[in-house]
DNA sequence: CAGTTCGTTCACAAATTTCTCACAAAATTC
DNA sequence: GAATTTTGTGAGAAATTTGTGAACGAACTG
């Protein structure tokens, strides 16, 4: 499981950053200062920093700077908006790609795994059970080789549960994770397509298990 | 061995990336101006051109629209630093990468050691599905032979997306690597040269899907 | 300079998906 | 076991996305 260290003095950014990366299957780890930055990266190798600008202290160029004297690890700056600036100023320290805030959790993850492809970091993966395969890259899911036109949505929803393997997601955490931060819909919305993609799996159905008052989950287990 | 060209006005610039080049196992040339590397082209192929923008005469960027006229040849730019417009306008007129100046030889060779791993594959390659077959050199597509008269937008598209056969390409991520990195139209200009496209592609058109909602897929499979 | 090709935008139709809602069914609570 | 909460389901309206033809100007060609 991939490491992603987020530095940012704003817990609840922290936070926020985490919830997302935990989802996409990282193990996330917190620094609040330049100076933690540091320390945490001297303690174990991380496969991306997300890295704040602003901080008080040792600020964010600092502690990239100081990083590429040894180690050549993908890092995302978070940078004040319209900071022309500090973009420029990260590219030519070498950071890997910035964003500026206030941003979508959603998009900075589709940013940290396109850094890793980049970088090669990031493996092109096919998640299967058994006889059912998901292949992200080109958005297909085969059973038994065949393939199943499956809508964007449940693509999407199926992708996620399978990301979380045997953990449990509410409805909030789907909608906010697969529908994105501002969506104000009905939660209800996520039992529609679940039913829908229980039809589409067919005999995969019973991989979405139903986690009375909390959620779904997607488990699978041997047989034929 | 390869062949390397290194365009500078600097003498110093240029012994200093030829003791470099030497070291990592390049034949290296040397061009003074414009003038000279289109002149040095002509006499000899070259693997990967280091291309200086800015010179007296003809600058890099001129030769680097008459080089695309001929040949795909890799390119690197040399920049000014903090030229960001330099660097946008070089991909768009077809440098593989670019460096800002003053830059470290090292990272130089490594971007070198980059640009060739990354294009040499498709340099003499030629993408074949079934009875159709793309030839990236000569830009040329034929079926069963016949060479189809293909115009260069749609050629691009066809290449870009054979370059990523079955991954799922937005399009966006069209625009930005077959149009450019600061091209500003309307998105659906990608769907207008995809349905011309496969009015070319004919009896082949079905290599290129839609992916609902997400963009369009190559993809290849067993026929007649 | 007329004719052609190419790239682009636009508008409308067609296709597909998404969402909501109401009610039935199931599970839980008391 | 009745009441309450939660989930499954079906249908159709609403919204989104894509296919397509036409029109326009720019670039190219002879």
């Known amino acids: 499981m991939p ?8 817990i609840h950014l922290r936070k926020l950053v985490r919830t997302y990366g935990e989802l996409e299957g990282f193990c996330c780890e917190e620094a609040e200062t330049g100076e933690q930055t540091l320390e945490a990266i001297r303690n174990m190798p991380f496969d991306i920093i997300v890295l704040d600008v602003m901080m008080p202290g040792t600020d964010g160029f600092q502690v990239l700077e100081e990083i590429r004297r040894t180690s050549q690890v993908p890092v995302i700056m978070l940078t004040a908006r319209d900071e022309e600036y500090d973009k420029l100023k990260g590219f030519e320290l ?8 206030p941003f979508s959790p959603k998009e900075l993850m589709a940013r940290i795994g396109a850094v890793l492809r980049r970088t090669g970091k990031k493996q092109t993966d096919v998640i299967t059970f058994g006889g059912l ?5 080109s958005r297909t899911v085969t059973i038994h080789g065949e393939r199943l036109g499956l809508p964007p949505k449940e693509f999407d929803l199926l992708l996620k549960l399978s990301q979380n393997e045997r953990v ?7 909608l906010q994770t697969v529908w994105g931060y501002n969506y104000y819909g009905d939660v209800r919305t996520v039992d529609t397509h679940i039913k829908s993609l229980r039809e589409h799996l067919g005999p995969y159905r019973k991989l979405i298990q139903t986690v009375w008052g909390v959620g779904y989950r997607l488990e699978y287990t041997e047989e034929t």
Chains 1, 2 share one sequence.
């Open 3 to 10: 490491n992603l260290l987020i530095t940012d003095d704003d």
């Open 133 to 137: 395969s998901i292949t992200p890259d």
């Open 168 to 174: 449990v997601l509410s409805r909030e955490k789907l």
């Open 94 to 101: 070498g950071a890997d790609d910035y964003m500026a805030k």
